[in-house]
């Protein structure tokens, strides 16, 4: 999903993402706004994953919703 499609569905997905990483904090949600790499940052740093990891994640929950 490129950067454009994320930013425009971020408020619809924000709700189901706050569900799949309840760490984050809504300060990390108001930082990250729709910005890929910032969430990628943010899940790595809240759950200890690699960069790996957390881009797995990231995708296979994109291809989820």
């Given at each position: 999903?490129?950067?454009?499609?994320?930013?425009?569905?971020?408020?619809?997905?924000?709700?189901?993402?706050?569900?799949?990483?309840?760490?984050?904090?809504?300060?990390?949600w108001?930082?990250?706004?729709?910005?890929?790499?910032?969430?990628?940052?943010?899940?790595?740093?809240?759950?200890?994953?690699t960069?790996?990891?957390?881009q797995?994640?990231?995708?296979?929950?994109f291809?989820?919703?």
């Open positions: 999903m490129n950067k454009d499609i994320l930013e425009g569905k971020w408020n619809q997905l924000k709700g189901r993402a706050k569900e799949k990483w309840g760490q984050l904090t809504d300060d990390d108001t930082a990250v706004e729709g910005q890929r790499d910032q969430l990628l940052g943010r899940i790595q740093e809240r759950y200890g994953y960069k790996e990891q957390a797995k994640e990231i995708e296979d929950w291809n989820d919703n």
